[in-house]
């Protein structure tokens, strides 16, 4: 797996070259920021083995399950591919399958999360612990889905003094965006990207639900390889349109709304 990573690292850097290029942007800014698209897919990682957290990797449906949505969701060979697998066997496992099966024209795996990485984890040194280990051996004993909604039914409350609440998880999702957002200014013209970001059912299931307002509980709970796409797109002057979608669903969801909810939060 080393040399597999080792060779994305390569390519992460080429990718940021395309992408983003601030002096030629400088040099020429009519050919950034217009008629992009950028579709961040926020995604749980796929069915795992029921062992230590840390070390259990993905099982063989696990895997396929990663396999089938880089088929049928990451095969546009005109788009730009980059993978965040995060710090877990399992959600480094599910991002190196969708990255190997994926047929996008530029493809990369950085091992290093950039300031814009939707992985959350404690391993981050800007955060603190999100899920402390006493919550997590807790939540890790119960059946799937009465676990999450356990979490979820804190809302704005920490469950404990080492843990974050749901909607401090949302938070951390929602001014990701917001620097996509910010970002997409900055990346070529006429271009197709997607940012695939592996993560847990707690961190997903948070912000769909602090933000969103989708219902969890033990009978409606967020599946192994199922999550949430998040869309930026500019047009030929640089305006920007979004779209958030869920289980084939659109949510109206767009740069104002998320700001305010961010200050709704603070009043």
């Not at 040399?3 to 990718?15: L, P, S």
């Not at 070259?17 to 217009?34: D, M, T």
């Not at 404690?122 to 612990?129: I, L, N, W």
Request: glycine fraction near 8%; hydrophobic fraction near 35%.
């Amino acid at each position: 797996m080393a040399d597999v990573i080792g060779a994305f690292i390569f390519e992460i850097y080429m990718f940021e070259i395309n992408l983003l290029k601030r002096s030629e942007q400088e040099k020429n800014p009519e050919i950034h920021g217009k008629n992009v698209e950028v579709r961040i897919i926020l995604i749980r990682h796929g069915e795992k083995n029921k062992i230590n957290r840390k070390t259990g990797g993905l099982t063989e449906t696990g895997r396929q399950q990663f396999r089938n949505f880089a088929t049928e969701n990451l095969g546009d060979p005109e788009r730009n591919l980059i993978v965040y697998g995060g710090d877990l066997v399992r959600t480094i496992q599910s991002g190196l399958e969708a990255t190997g099966v994926s047929t996008a024209k530029i493809k990369a795996y950085p091992e290093v999360m950039d300031e814009l990485s939707l992985n959350i984890g404690s391993h981050d040194p800007k955060h603190k612990a999100k899920i402390s280990p006493a919550l997590m051996a807790k939540l890790s004993s119960m059946p799937m889905g009465e676990n999450v909604k356990l979490y979820l039914g804190n809302k704005d409350k920490k469950p404990d003094q080492e843990s974050i609440s749901p909607r401090e998880m949302a938070e951390g999702i929602v001014r990701i965006f917001l620097g996509y957002d910010e970002k997409i200014d900055r990346i070529k013209s006429e271009t197709k990207n997607d940012i695939l970001a592996v993560s847990s059912d707690y961190i997903i299931a948070s912000f769909l639900q602090e933000v969103l307002g989708v219902d969890f509980d033990a009978e409606n709970t967020l599946n192994f390889a199922e999550g949430l796409q998040f869309t930026i797109r500019t047009d030929e002057a640089g305006n920007h349109t979004y779209e958030c979608k869920f289980r084939n669903k659109n949510y109206s969801l767009n740069k104002e709304q998320l700001l305010q909810w961010l200050q709704n939060g603070k009043n």
